[in-house]
């Protein structure tokens, strides 16, 4: 057992392996450590294939079933987005009558957010709930995740509201996640409602944050709120990116508000931010509107300056 559980440590899987065929072949029972070792030792050097087989193996041969054995399988499939595999022991281990812990369930969630399958994370979430196993602000997060990779922006609403039920604390990752789900899936208001919830429990928000909630503002035409959270931004002294200004921009060229285009593209100059084709289009595009076309010159020939390539 200690020379299996230094093989896993030196990622030796097949060396690993061998030791317990010595072990099968010198009639030295394997214990669920035994087991749990080598399959750790496979699984953490990406053997998920041989990590899978010596599960079943375990099961087969009514070896000690042990819950870290599973584990390893499970996030060893995980890692290499093989979401059905580790479906399959996640059953294996039911089967065997060994209780999946929080542990399992958040590396089979896991394993599903990687291949954008969500229905699977809900189900898992659904068994957590009946077999009164806790799931963690991980495990929640994994599955608004996953919502957002399947465009399922009504599920990760579900979740959101199971966060709240287990009077759990939700933090920028678990908005965030949330944010992009609801965007994805065109609902741009509700995008901006997550937002506005955000700010007023005075959880902490980042650029990402900042960002999605702009883009909502632009997308349902809602210029002043755009300015209105760019501003937050400036406030708080956080680095806007170029992607946040040009959403901005964006937001007042739509809405044909020049003064305000022409302040947003005078603060990104000065704060040296790049401004990119789609920011100078939107700011033409205001230019347009008002018959600015001096300005709309003027903005043409600095975007070669600025190194933006006009489409």
Not at 18 to 37: I, K
Not at 73 to 85: N, S
Not at 228 to 241: F, L, P
Request: glycine letters at 6%; aromatic letters at 6%.
């Amino acid at each position: 057992n200690a020379a299996i559980s230094a093989c896993e440590k030196g990622c030796e899987w097949l060396l690993a392996l061998q030791l317990l065929c010595v072990m099968v072949e010198r009639m030295v029972a394997p214990t669920g450590f035994t087991s749990s070792a080598t399959t750790s030792a496979c699984g953490s050097c990406g053997e998920w294939g041989v990590a899978v087989q010596l599960c079943k193996a375990m099961v087969q041969s009514r070896v000690e079933s042990s819950l870290a054995s599973f584990h390893a399988a499970i996030t060893a499939c995980a890692k290499r987005g093989e979401w059905e595999q580790a479906m399959q022991v996640f059953r294996l281990m039911v089967q065997s009558k060994v209780i999946p812990d929080t542990i399992a369930f958040s590396a089979a969630i896991n394993a599903c957010e990687v291949s954008g399958n969500w229905e699977g994370p809900l189900h898992l979430l659904h068994v957590m709930a009946t077999s009164q196993t806790e799931a963690n602000l991980i495990t929640h997060n994994a599955a608004i995740s996953t919502c957002t990779k399947g465009h399922c922006w009504e599920m990760s609403l579900r979740v959101c509201s199971r966060i709240w039920r287990n009077k759990q604390e939700p933090g920028t990752i678990t908005f965030n996640t949330a944010m992009s789900a609801i965007s994805k899936g065109g609902v741009w208001d509700k995008s901006f409602q997550i937002f506005q919830v955000l700010s007023q429990l005075n959880l902490e928000s980042d650029t990402i944050t900042f960002h999605a909630a702009i883009n909502a503002c632009e997308a349902v035409g809602k210029w002043e709120k755009a300015l209105g959270v760019y501003s937050v931004m400036v406030q708080r002294e956080m680095d806007a990116t170029a992607a946040t200004s040009t959403a901005t921009v964006s937001a007042c060229a739509t809405s044909a508000v020049w003064m305000a285009v022409q302040q947003l593209l005078d603060a990104m100059a000065h704060s040296k931010l790049e401004s990119d084709t789609r920011t100078c289009n939107a700011a033409i595009a205001a230019c347009e509107k008002h018959g600015e076309w001096g300005k709309a010159m003027q903005l043409f020939r600095l975007m070669k300056q600025r190194r933006a390539e006009p489409d």
